[in-house]
């Protein structure tokens, strides 16, 4: 188990590791508090329209995040939540063309050997309230702003610095049948929709603490 000094440390590093299939387009994440200053991530890999692409954008817990592509939306998308611990979340919003119909499912996966060990459907709602107050795994596609809401809550502990948990590597597979092939990029929709003003999920330590604390480290370090 880590100590409270060590998950401080750790604060800050949570990822999102993204595998995007059919096609591997060029993502663009924004933070509902920050849509006038989207990222781009580019893949490792250049593929073409039926190959895989990778991308890890570090996150901040209990934040709200949308994605859109610089082409249509993958077919298949797989999610993993990494250096989580049980209970840590934070919102999606994907951005897929109208009448899209989707299939999300949540799987846990042992490594080695390699397994699923737990395989569960994330059922449909009919509102984003449902999917932040649920309990369940949910999911909710808003068809005027063409976004696909869930959360990626962890359900198990990390052991040590392991960016998985003891229980395995968590993730959702989101299967998606689109009947168009426009670009998907709902940002113009999602915002200012969405926009948040922005807030501490840890507030920071004032100066005055940090200042008393240097100074009570300094005594005890010449008292001894």
Avoid at 51 to 63: A, F
Avoid at 84 to 102: A, H, M, V
Avoid at 173 to 192: E, N
């Amino acid at each position: 188990m880590q100590t409270e000094s060590e998950a401080d440390r750790e604060r800050g590093r949570q990822r999102l590791f993204i595998h995007a299939k059919q096609p591997g387009n060029l993502v663009m994440s924004v933070r509902d508090e920050y849509p006038d200053q989207p990222y781009t991530l580019n893949g490792p890999t250049t593929q073409g329209v039926n190959g895989v692409q990778k991308y890890q954008p570090p996150v901040m817990l209990e934040k709200s995040y949308t994605i859109h592509w610089n082409g249509r939306a993958p077919q298949q998308i797989f999610i993993y939540p990494i250096n989580f611990n049980s209970e840590d979340w934070l919102r999606l919003g994907l951005c897929y063309p109208p009448g899209t119909i989707f299939r999300v499912t949540y799987q846990l996966e042992r490594l080695v050997p390699y397994a699923i060990v737990h395989d569960e459907e994330v059922v449909p709602v009919s509102s984003l309230n449902a999917v932040e107050g649920g309990d369940r795994k949910m999911f909710y596609f808003e068809e005027s702003t063409g976004l696909l809401f869930l959360k990626v809550r962890a359900n198990y502990d990390r052991e040590g610095y392991n960016y998985c948990s003891h229980m395995g590597c968590e993730k959702i597979i989101i299967s998606a049948t689109m009947t168009s092939d426009a670009v998907s990029d709902c940002t113009a929709a999602a915002y200012p929709k969405y926009s948040l003003t922005p807030t501490e999920t840890v507030p920071m330590p004032s100066f005055l603490s940090l200042a008393n604390d240097c100074a009570g480290q300094l005594f005890d370090q010449f008292s001894d």
